[in-house]
Nanobody, 126 residues
Framework: VQLQASGGGLVQAGGSLRLSCATPGLTFSRHTIGWFRQAPGKEREFVAG????????HYADSAKGRFAISRDNAKNTAYLQMNSLKPDDTAIYYCAAATNRKVGAAFRVTTGYDYWGQGTQVTVSS
């Protein structure tokens, strides 16, 4: 199973993008979804996560108040709405899926996810 992240692009600082994560072949409604990002020369870092039904979400401090994660179980797709983008948000964004529900800091652990997508590039110009 490989997830398919899309929606990246080039945007000016202050702009918005919505990333999508399609999950062909996955029992989507029974997977936690996480978004991560990796900038050149940096470690992959957690951005946001959402549990099975969508009632529980978790955000990195850098994303709080600017990003919103959501999911549409009928479409087997998760989303990351990113507003007020900054040049520091420039990175490749990856979505990931986990079979277990997560709470709090457990969302942030990359090894806790079973499936990953190929990533989509987000570039924010100043």
């Amino acid at each position: 199973v490989q997830l398919q992240a899309s929606g990246g692009g080039l945007v000016q600082a202050g702009g918005s993008l919505r990333l999508s994560c399609a999950t062909p072949g996955l029992t989507f409604s029974r997977h936690t979804i996480g978004w991560f990002r990796q900038a050149p020369g940096k470690e992959r870092e957690f951005v946001a996560g959402i549990n099975w039904g969508g009632a529980t979400t978790h955000y990195a401090d850098s994303a709080k108040g600017r990003f919103a994660i959501s999911r549409d179980n009928a479409k087997n797709t998760a989303y990351l709405q990113m507003n007020s983008l900054k040049p520091d948000d420039t990175a490749i964004y990856y979505c990931a899926a986990a079979t277990n529900r997560k709470v709090g800091a457990a969302f942030r652990v990359t090894t806790g996810y079973d499936y990953w997508g190929q990533g989509t590039q987000v570039t924010v110009s100043s």
